[in-house]
C-alpha cells in the first residue's frame, strides 16, 4: 500500500484480556518499528525488527508484550493479561534500510484497558 | 534514562511569529537528528532532518539549527500558520550497530499558533 496500515484504530479491552495489534509495513521496507504514545508523552521504543535478523526487543516493558514479524512484512504486537497502565497509542513505523531515509509512520492502534 | 530532552512541552505562538523547539541530548554516539509533526489522531511525520556535520538546515519555513559541542538543536518555524498548530517531536539515532535505524525521541511539544 502507499502507506503504513494499522489495524484496529481503536480498541477497548477488559483488563486482563490479551489484544493484538497489526500493522502493515510500506512494501518493500526491511525496518519495521513498535512505538507506545501514552498521553502527553514523547515516544517509548518498543521493539525493532531489521530484516532476518534478530529482533532488538530492548524496548518492551514486560514479558506480557511480544511482537513477531511474518515473512518480512506484516507484523503483530501482542500485550498478554493487559494492565490499565497498558492504556496508549501503539504506533507501527517502516523504512527502507538505508541511512538516508526516516520513518513512516502508521495512524496508530488507540488501546484503552477498562 | 532520557537520552533526549525537548523543551518547552507546550508553547502559544501568534500567527506570522517565529516559534523555536529546543532539544538536547546526551549520546555523543548520535549522528541523525530529525524532527516530526504529528497532528491529532495521526502518526507522527518526518518534517526536516540534519547531520552533525552541517550547523543548519533550512527548508522553507523550517530551519535546524545544530550545535555539536553544546550537544543541542533546534527547530525554527519563521512566519508561523495555524496550520502549523501540532505537536512536534524531536529525535536522534545512533551510528552504526545492530539497531542503528532506532530513534530516540524528545518528549513533545505542543505547538499552537493563534490567528
Partial sequence: GAGVSQSPSNKVTEKGKDVELRCDPISGHTALYWYRQSLGQGLEFLIYFQGNSAPDKSGLPSDRFSAERTGGSVSTLTIQRTQQEDSAVYLCASSLASRQRGYTFGSGTRLTVV | ?115
Fill in chain 2, 1 to 115: 534514562q532520557q537520552q533526549v530532552k525537548q523543551s518547552p512541552q507546550s508553547l502559544i505562538v501568534q500567527k506570522g511569529g517565529i516559534s523555536i523547539i529546543n532539544c538536547a541530548y546526551e549520546n555523543t554516539a548520535f549522528d541523525y537528528f530529525p524532527w516530526y509533526q504529528q497532528f491529532p489522531g495521526k502518526g507522527p511525520a518526518l518534517l526536516i532532518a540534519i547531520r552533525p556535520d552541517v550547523s543548519e538546515k533550512k527548508e522553507g519555513r523550517f530551519t535546524i539549527s545544530f550545535n555539536k559541542s553544546a550537544k543541542q538543536f533546534s527547530l525554527h518555524i519563521m512566519d508561523s500558520q495555524p496550520g502549523d498548530s501540532a505537536t512536534y517531536f524531536c529525535a536522534a539515532r545512533k551510528a552504526g550497530g545492530t539497531s542503528y535505524g532506532k530513534l530516540t525521541f524528545g518528549q513533545g511539544t505542543i505547538l499552537t499558533v493563534h490567528p
